[in-house]
T-cell receptor, first 115, second 112 residues
């Protein structure tokens, strides 16, 4: 497996524009997580899905953020409208469900810059 | 809810020396404690983990210790090498159906 695949790797956009980040989890994994990483706030969990169903979105900062998982192999994180304070690295991660915790595999991340 | 504190935020050690990073957690129900390494420009990657029924676990130069009574766990890296330079994150979880709660990270610098 190629691992968790995120696209794009880098995104520069103007304030007010819509941004869509994409993630392909590892095949067979049941959980998918979206994280945001900044110097100030560290690694923040935004939302996670179990079997394509959103379980906890309490980390989503505002209504401008939305996430979907239409099927087991694809998820999107959308920001509309984007603001400069959304600039960060966004990671997608996936892991397999089991009787005990399993390793979470992270993608390479999308570096978002909103100017 | 669970809170995980990690210290120090930055650690600089001479190549060949040992490095120790410490984390404390608040929820006594937590039973899974992984450590992730994040290299520049990459996502975090699991390097070692420990479950609450074990006090210590080793994997070559890396070891993790857990003190459930005191609610703290530590990462030990011996004979540090330049490739150990990275940001290290600890985390805690109550079980496989619960999310990981992350520490703030430690930037480890290995001086040649």
């Amino acid at each position: 497996d190629a691992g968790v695949i995120q696209s794009p790797r880098h995104e520069v956009t103007e304030m007010g524009q819509e941004v869509t980040l994409r993630c392909k989890p590892i095949s067979g994994h049941d959980y998918l997580f979206w994280y945001r990483q900044t110097m100030m706030r560290g690694l923040e969990l935004l939302i996670y899905f179990n079997n394509n169903v959103p379980i906890d979105d309490s980390g989503m900062p505002e209504d401008r953020f939305s996430a979907k998982m239409p099927n087991a192999s694809f998820s999107t994180l959308k920001i509309q409208p984007s603001e400069p304070r959304d600039s960060a690295v966004y990671f997608c991660a996936s892991r397999k469900q089991g009787p005990v915790n399993t390793e979470a595999f992270f993608g390479q991340g999308t570096r978002l810059t909103v100017v | 809810g669970e809170n995980v504190e990690q210290h120090p935020s930055t650690l600089s050690v001479q190549e060949g020396d040992s490095a120790v990073i410490k984390c404390t957690y608040s929820d006594s129900a937590s039973n899974y404690f992984p450590w992730y390494k994040q290299e520049l420009g990459k996502g975090p990657q699991l390097i070692i983990d420990i479950r609450s029924n074990v006090g210590e676990k080793k994997d070559q130069r890396i070891a993790v210790t857990l003190n459930k009574t005191a609610k703290h766990f530590s990462l030990h890296i011996t004979e540090t090498q330049p490739e150990d330079s990275a940001v290290y994150f600890c985390a805690a979880s109550k079980g496989s159906n619960y999310q990981l709660i992350w520490g703030a990270g430690t930037k480890l610098i290995i001086k040649p």
